[in-house]
């Protein structure tokens, strides 16, 4: 039995439409998960459901085999963070991170044993006094994380939690995040929109669409084999192709150019879809699944080019290392591997 688990929940805030639709979602002790997917698609709802702060209209939540659907927020013994931090600002470090142990009336002492613990852990040991006006915003964001933590909860709940910090900082701080979930063994539900933050941490990730999850599954998968087109949208896949199965590995185009693709998945009706990335260019006009195209738009990436080709299948879009130049109005020859076209 999963650990945390959502059981067909809906939430409607209006009677009528629902902002969260039968959602389903199982977590096991110990995992990262992050719910990931673009603004309005029910990530924070979600979360909030979880947290106690909305009530779910259907469904049932439980957690460690006790059902805490009805249960209030201040009974629930979960580590909250959001992106504002959320600190008191006439308090110092140490009290900030003792404040949830004081209301649960921890005695002094052990109060002092699980601040000092928690603040080593978090690598604050040395910002006890400070108050957070004197500390930057990634040291914020660890002392946020610490008073979450040293109440020590059954599950952790994160909120775009890195949204306000700078470039680097989010890359730092990320990997510290994982570096105290997994120190800690700790459930961590991950709310954030941003793929690259959510697939370097997450163990399992659940991408939203319209209060529903379309894909729930290893960040690998989802960027490697999206499921839906929705998903293959988000994460970055540009080139879509009408198919229609013919037999075994063959597909036809509405154009009829004829396409082999290897899938673990064989559709009949379908979209086929590949990365610009995986799209190569080559000298033979007779390649396997190769399409005549003249480029209309050429974009500089730095290490690469990025060539909008117009063909007979629309526009397909190729990123080709930067070693030999193409100019706008060439014709090329693209090839669109067998193993890297994802059928949804």
Request: proline content about 3%.
């Amino acid at each position: 039995m999963s650990f945390m688990k959502l059981d067909k929940i809906n939430v409607s805030y209006d009677g009528k439409k629902n902002i969260l639709e039968g959602l389903c979602l199982d977590i096991e002790k110990g995992e990262l998960v992050s719910l990931l997917g673009p603004s309005g698609c029910g990530k924070t709802t979600t979360l909030r459901v979880v947290a106690g702060f909305v009530e779910a209209t259907g469904g049932k939540f439980t957690l460690d085999g006790e059902e805490l659907t009805k249960t209030p927020v201040h009974k629930r013994n979960f580590g909250l963070v959001f992106q504002s931090y959320a600190l008191f600002p006439h308090l110092t470090v140490y009290d900030n991170v003792a404040f949830g142990l004081k209301l649960r009336k921890v005695n002094k002492t052990e109060i002092d044993t699980r601040v000092k613990e928690i603040l080593e852990v978090c690598g604050l040991s040395e910002f006890a006094k400070r108050f957070p006006k004197q500390m930057s915003g990634g040291q914020r964001q660890r002392v946020a994380l610490a008073r979450a933590l040293v109440i020590q909860p059954k599950l952790l709940l994160l909120d775009e939690p890195l949204s306000n910090l700078d470039a680097k900082l989010r890359i730092n701080m990320r990997v510290e995040i994982k570096r105290l979930q997994k120190k800690l063994g700790i459930t961590t539900l991950f709310v954030t929109h941003d793929q690259e933050e959510c697939f370097s941490i997450s163990d399992k990730v659940a991408v939203m669409n319209n209060g529903i999850i379309e894909q729930y599954d290893t960040p690998e998968n989802i960027y490697n084999r999206p499921k839906t087109e929705f998903v293959a949208r988000f994460i970055g896949f540009e080139n879509f192709i009408k198919l229609e199965r013919l037999e075994g590995e063959k597909y036809k185009s509405e154009n009829g150019t004829i396409f082999n693709v290897e899938s673990d998945n064989y559709l009949q009706s379908c979209l086929g879809t590949i990365k610009p990335d995986d799209i190569t260019i080559s000298n033979d006009e007779n390649s396997q699944n190769s399409v005549k195209g003249t480029i209309q738009v050429r974009t500089f990436l730095g290490k690469a080019y990025q060539y909008e080709v117009d063909t007979l299948l629309g526009k397909l879009v190729v990123n080709e290392q930067a070693e030999k130049i193409y100019e706008t109005g060439d014709t090329l020859t693209l090839v669109l591997p067998s193993n890297k076209i994802i059928l949804v």
